[in-house]
């Protein structure tokens, strides 16, 4: 279509500027103004510079060029209308460190922008920055990951940056910063190590970032690092520029981009891959994000009277059905994978993301590297997207190889996170035992009476504790009054036994491993670092549980019987025994996975009393994981005292007599 037909057919819109997004931007307006190219924000060599802005109801646009953060107008350069909505300026000079925006006039009103598009911004994000990429790469910056055979060898291990090295006593020269998270080497009280090396030494194969975008929030103010300032970040502003406050200095934009980059390559040198939390549900303000400046109507939902659309409960939701915005996502998404090396994205609420823009997202990630993992919180939400097209758990049949987090699992093994005092398996909850088994088996289809959530195990994340709602510690301080921190202790273990050996993906949450408290606090999202900053002190007074969490990861990655690939290998090789109430019993049987032990048997106790179990006769039964819970093994007959995990193991077939 040539521009002059665009003009005219955005004229036949009408006023734009006063659309209520309901009525103007339908399927037809997409495919006349969908533009595919890959040339969106800034295209910089020395010798030019392209700027490309997408704006197809402005009337005309500008490049508003600054000479920093916080000066006054510079120029204003006009951009040329080009094809399928969008706007050209070439600038043939060298426009590194140029600090810029877009003007774009609506109707008869003038708004300025940042480009959505931009991959560096000045201080609190205010303003676009051109940057040569190359001059962000630190010394060492490889493309290769760590080795991943499949999803379910994964152990994922969720960190906000700031936690980690923040606490007086993390032995870190950068608290909570991106450096904080590269250093090697850092001791904590009883000379015990912290950070990277804490992390390193648990075991685990991901690190998932809490978002570490640009985000925008009245509780962190990049010009302000003196001040103890704190956010989780679901605040989304610049997508695809790494967050100012996590620099050692926010103020030189290349800066935060080589030393997250820096963060990345540490910890894949230590065999660690990196999960990236991202929030393309929602933005900050629906009102003032440069979308709406930008495309008034087009990026977000809104409801049938003109209002946002809030299923994200945070006041609005992307639209990202519509073409321009899922390819603004899936851009995105590819940008960090490829500049950054992510080797994963945790998708926040992802039930409010639209089926197709998902599997683009897995289709592009797969030319990259498919062993990059795509997971999301897949809850069935209020949205106006019609219910068949949300990417939520009910709609996983079609989303394949992303997972969604376990919720069911969760609740049933510690009780439900909305009402505090309830107990769950491990508190000794009552009727909890088939909707834990649910988890056991990966989240599929299992007979008759567990019913699926998952078509294949990679599509569950099984866990118990996030960075949302209460610590697991604390959850269990409010819902077991009475017991002493010794029992809590044994069910704590226990609830992190579970996520190490049932089928699926398994995540634990940073501190997890040292029964981390918030002192109560539910929603710590922008609470004082003391409540939310790692524990060093904590995490040396329980060691003895930390060697229990690198236990669990050991046992995990020893036994491919719990990383079973298939859904048919799970119903083939897991088997569940009998057992009293508030226990779990199964058997993996045949070297399932290609498991060393012929047969494992894995007991899942709640019971704080003596209880006994028949084993089935499959073999010698020996002891492989929590002997002190043994009272005896006898022939087919085996006693346990205490709340824990035991699993054992026949190595040989089982002799048949004569």
Not at 278 to 307: C, E, I
Not at 381 to 390: N, S
Not at 508 to 518: V, Y
């Amino acid at each position: 279509m040539s521009v002059q037909k665009e003009i005219d057919v955005v004229t036949d819109y009408g006023d734009l500027s006063v659309t209520d997004g309901v009525s103007v931007f339908d399927a037809e307006f997409d495919e006349m103004f969908y533009y595919d190219g890959d040339d969106l924000g800034v295209t910089y060599t020395p010798e030019r510079t392209v700027f490309r802005l997408w704006a197809p109801t402005a009337s005309e646009a500008s490049v508003l060029i600054y000479n920093s953060w916080d000066d006054e107008l510079v120029e204003r350069r006009p951009m040329i209308r080009d094809i399928q909505g969008t706007w050209v300026l070439t600038v043939n000079e060298d426009c590194n460190h140029w600090y810029y925006t877009y003007g774009v006039k609506i109707g008869s009103q003038w708004n300025e922008a940042v480009d959505p598009y931009a991959r560096a911004v000045g201080v609190n994000g205010d303003r676009g920055v051109v940057l040569d990429l190359r001059s962000t790469e630190p010394q060492q910056w490889t493309e290769d990951r760590p080795a991943l055979a499949a999803p379910v060898d994964a152990v994922i291990y969720e960190l906000h940056v700031k936690d980690l090295s923040i606490h007086p006593q993390s032995g870190s020269r950068y608290p909570g910063k991106f450096l904080g998270l590269a250093e090697n080497g850092t001791t904590g009280p009883d000379g015990i190590p912290t950070g990277l090396d804490h992390i390193s030494g648990l075991g685990v194969t991901h690190v998932q970032l809490l978002p570490v975008y640009d985000y925008a929030t009245e509780s962190v103010d990049e010009t302000k690092p003196e001040l103890p300032q704190y956010n989780w970040g679901y605040d989304p502003k610049n997508y695809n520029v790494p967050e100012g406050s996590y620099a050692t200095d926010p103020y030189a934009p290349g800066l935060r981009i080589k030393e997250l980059k820096q963060t990345i390559q540490a910890l894949h040198d230590r065999g660690i891959r990196v999960i990236m939390d991202v929030v393309y549900n929602h933005v900050y303000d629906g009102y003032q994000v440069n979308f709406t400046k930008l495309v008034p109507g087009y990026y977000l939902r809104y409801k049938a009277d003109g209002t946002f659309s809030n299923g994200s409960f945070c006041g609005n939701e992307c639209a990202s059905e519509r073409a321009m915005m899922s390819k603004f996502i899936v851009d995105s998404i590819v940008y960090w994978a490829k500049e950054y090396h992510m080797d994963g994205f945790r998708f926040d609420l992802m039930g409010l993301m639209d089926i197709v823009t998902m599997n683009e997202i897995r289709r592009r990630l797969d030319e990259i590297d498919p062993s990059i993992m795509m997971i999301g919180e897949g809850w069935i939400m209020d949205t106006v997207l019609p219910e068949a097209q949300r990417a939520n758990q009910s709609n996983a049949a079609i989303l394949p190889r992303i997972a969604h987090f376990n919720d069911g699992f969760r609740d049933a093994v510690k009780g439900n996170i909305f009402i505090y005092d309830r107990k769950g398996f491990i508190s000794h909850g009552d009727g909890f035992e088939e909707s834990v088994k649910r988890g056991i088996v990966g989240g599929i289809q299992y007979g008759d009476s567990i019913a699926q959530h998952a078509t294949e195990p990679d599509q569950t994340v099984n866990y118990i504790e996030c960075h949302d709602n209460h610590t697991l510690w604390d959850k269990l301080l409010l819902s077991t009054e009475g017991e002493t921190d010794e029992q809590r202790r044994r069910m704590h273990r226990l609830a992190s036994a579970m996520v190490l050996t049932s089928q699926g993906i398994p995540f634990i949450h940073a501190g997890q491993e040292f029964m981390r408290t918030k002192q109560g606090v539910e929603n710590s999202y922008k609470s004082p670092i003391e409540i939310n900053q790692m524990d060093w002190q904590r995490c040396a007074d329980h060691q003895s549980d930390v060697l229990y969490m690198c236990s669990l990861i050991k046992l995990r990655q020893a036994h491919p019987a719990f990383r079973l690939r298939t859904a048919q290998e799970i119903r083939e090789h897991l088997h569940f025994e009998q057992a009293p109430d508030h226990a779990i019993a199964y058997t993996l049987r045949n070297h399932a996975g290609g498991d060393p032990d012929l047969h494992l048997y894995v007991l899942y106790n709640a019971n704080p009393g003596l209880i006994t179990l028949e084993l089935p006769q499959l073999g010698e039964w020996k002891v492989r994981f929590g002997s002190e819970n043994i009272v005896s093994l006898e022939q087919q007959q085996l006693e346990v005292q205490g709340i824990g995990m035991v699993m054992l193991a026949v190595v040989h077939p089982a002799t048949k007599s004569k």
